[in-house]
């Protein structure tokens, strides 16, 4: 079988485990351990048992007025919905890096951002941080054949934030789009919507997958300046987001309340499991998102998830070639991060 040559050199992205429902509490891949808002299980419902025989709205028209609404945007026009905000991501690779051209990303940060450039034959451009969790100069530079730069805010696995000032001076000092990645923006106390009206290199990307709790559903969408998001509505599927998908974004953006409180008592959970990590001897990086990064003095991180996936809980171990380990753990109810801490401190004990 005769592939593109590009598939010679690529490895396949590997997402955290995904199980089957009920064996794990599972802290592994940043989902909200909450049930999304009742007017979005009844959105779902209703939509089900609608015109199911007819193609949803190409455009996804309610949910682009609801998230305007929602956000505070002009209109419609500045946002474009997608299969999860990984489809979005997709869609600003294949839009703006060719074959051969560059696309830049933070290291360690989310590993998706080089596949989809493997994918398009195009190169990456790996800028590690600097210590602790800041960009160096370098993540500003332009050069002629970088035509995207990435930059998740707050960071994966770190949950770490560059500030706004900072992004708004890298739109500057850049000569292409600047995609701010805003999956985990809900749980921080800022983000750069307003940065994109007033600069039209900066794009941002969101999901419903994290603070909405529908990560069950795929849907994330680009808030961008309104030529950019018809300049990208032609490379697009027709039906990219289905019509079940639809009603359940579009009733999610009217539950503004719910969250902000779930993301509230998410943020309360996080700071209490960074608490006790600390006081276990974890080195925690402060973070602004809904999962936390520590890293032990004595390592054994690979070992420790291993103790903890055989009591059926899931967290990351996450290995980053010339970096370092540790692990990312995802913020789940009350009783699950007691339950996970309990196991971690025994994991300790019994591995000294
Ligand atoms: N961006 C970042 C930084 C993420 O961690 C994730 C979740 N893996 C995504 C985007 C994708 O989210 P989704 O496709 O579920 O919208």
């Given at each position: 079988m005769?592939?593109?040559?590009?598939?010679?050199?690529?490895?396949?992205?590997v997402?955290?485990?995904?199980?089957?429902?009920?064996?794990?509490?599972?802290?592994?891949?940043?989902?909200?351990?909450?049930?999304?808002?009742?007017?979005?299980?009844?959105?779902?419902?209703?939509?089900?048992?609608g015109?199911?025989?007819?193609?949803p709205?190409?455009?996804?028209?309610?949910?682009r007025?609801?998230?305007?609404?929602?956000?505070?945007?002009?209109?419609?026009?500045w946002?474009?919905?997608?299969?999860?905000?990984?489809?979005?991501?997709?869609l600003?690779?294949?839009g703006?890096?060719?074959e051969?051209?560059?696309?830049?990303?933070?290291?360690?940060?989310?590993?998706?951002?080089?596949?989809?450039?493997?994918i398009?034959?195009?190169n990456?451009?790996?800028?590690?941080?600097?210590?602790?969790?800041?960009?160096?100069q370098?993540?500003?530079?332009?050069?002629?054949?970088?035509?995207?730069?990435?930059?998740?805010?707050?960071?994966?696995?770190?949950?770490?934030v560059v500030?706004k000032?900072?992004?708004?001076?890298?739109?500057?000092?850049?000569?292409?789009?600047?995609?701010?990645?805003?999956?985990?923006?809900?749980?921080?106390?800022?983000?750069c919507?307003?940065?994109?009206q007033?600069?039209?290199r900066?794009?941002?990307?969101?999901?419903?997958?994290?603070?909405?709790?529908l990560?069950g559903?795929?849907?994330?969408?680009?808030?961008?300046?309104?030529?950019?998001?018809?300049e990208?509505?032609?490379?697009?599927?027709?039906?990219?987001?289905?019509?079940?998908?639809?009603?359940?974004?579009?009733a999610?953006?009217?539950c503004?309340?719910?969250?902000?409180?779930?993301?509230?008592k998410?943020?309360?959970?996080?700071?209490?499991?960074?608490?006790?990590?600390?006081?276990?001897?974890?080195?925690?990086?402060?973070?602004?998102?809904?999962?936390?990064?520590?890293?032990?003095?004595?390592g054994k991180?690979?070992?420790?998830?291993?103790?903890?996936?055989?009591?059926?809980?899931?967290?990351?171990?996450?290995?980053?070639?010339d970096?370092?380990?540790?692990?990312?753990?995802?913020?789940?109810?009350?009783e699950?991060?007691?339950?996970?801490?309990?196991?971690?401190?025994?994991?300790?004990?019994s591995?000294?």
């Amino acid at each position: 079988m005769q592939y593109r040559p590009a598939l010679n050199k690529m490895k396949p992205y590997v997402p955290g485990e995904q199980p089957p429902p009920g064996k794990f509490i599972k802290l592994n891949t940043n989902e909200n351990p909450y049930p999304p808002p009742a007017e979005v299980v009844k959105a779902i419902q209703s939509a089900a048992t609608g015109p199911i025989n007819r193609y949803p709205d190409p455009m996804a028209t309610s949910f682009r007025r609801a998230a305007a609404d929602a956000l505070g945007l002009p209109g419609p026009e500045w946002v474009l919905a997608g299969n999860g905000s990984d489809e979005i991501l997709t869609l600003l690779v294949r839009g703006f890096v060719g074959e051969g051209e560059s696309l830049r990303l933070p290291y360690p940060s989310y590993i998706l951002y080089r596949t989809l450039a493997d994918i398009q034959g195009a190169n990456w451009e790996q800028v590690p941080f600097d210590e602790p969790w800041e960009l160096p100069q370098a993540f500003g530079q332009s050069r002629d054949d970088l035509k995207l730069v990435l930059l998740p805010n707050p960071n994966s696995p770190s949950g770490t934030v560059v500030p706004k000032q900072q992004i708004s001076e890298l739109a500057e000092s850049l000569d292409c789009p600047l995609v701010v990645d805003e999956a985990y923006a809900d749980f921080a106390e800022d983000n750069c919507l307003d940065l994109v009206q007033s600069n039209e290199r900066i794009l941002v990307t969101r999901t419903l997958s994290k603070s909405y709790g529908l990560a069950g559903i795929r849907f994330g969408f680009l808030v961008a300046q309104p030529h950019i998001v018809a300049e990208l509505t032609k490379i697009k599927d027709s039906y990219n987001c289905d019509a079940i998908s639809i009603a359940a974004a579009t009733a999610a953006m009217g539950c503004q309340d719910w969250l902000s409180d779930v993301v509230e008592k998410m943020n309360a959970t996080r700071q209490r499991m960074a608490d006790r990590l600390s006081a276990m001897g974890f080195a925690v990086t402060p973070s602004h998102a809904n999962f936390v990064w520590c890293q032990h003095p004595e390592g054994k991180h690979a070992e420790i998830h291993q103790y903890l996936k055989q009591s059926q809980i899931l967290i990351r171990y996450m290995d980053f070639p010339d970096w370092g380990d540790g692990l990312r753990i995802s913020v789940g109810t009350d009783e699950q991060i007691d339950a996970c801490l309990l196991m971690m401190e025994r994991a300790m004990q019994s591995l000294n």
